[in-house]
């Protein structure tokens, strides 16, 4: 496994690049049964953010990802390994868990610049990565 060495930052914290997947791992997420990664359901912005930092190098490829303010799990990201549910990034206001929805953009390499107004205004962001290549 390599991973790329550069660091960017977000809101002046410093974010590891992508995760970079060889074909042969990315082939081994489409091998058995799709898992569901949860958080715990604590609604927690930093938790949610801790555990999606665990995830790195176990999602393969990000495909969709729907944000929604009514929802215990806020977040529900589909990728080739699964689904992934985050209670405490989320939409519609400018607080914290908007801002960490805004995180965990950065993290998968997706600029956050793009979905800014759409995460602080609306109760329901739909993120469609089908042709961008987004890999976590």
Known sequence: MSVRSHVHTFRGEEIEAPYQYTMDEI???????????????H?????SIKFF?????????????????????????NCSAGIVLLSGV????GGTGPH???????????????YRQKIFSKDHVKIDLRDKKVYY
Request: glycine residues 14%; proline residues 2%; negative net charge.
């Open 27 to 41: 082939n081994d997420f489409y091998k058995g049964e799709p898992e569901t990664f949860a958080d715990g359901g």
């Open 43 to 47: 609604g927690v912005t930093e938790e």
């Open 100 to 114: 960490g929805t805004l995180k965990i953009l950065e993290m998968i390499g997706v600029e956050s610049d793009d």
């Open 53 to 77: 930092k665990k995830l790195r190098g176990k999602l393969g490829e990000i495909i969709q990802i729907n944000i929604d303010s009514d929802r215990e799990y806020d977040m529900e990201i």
């Open 90 to 93: 989320t939409c519609g206001y």
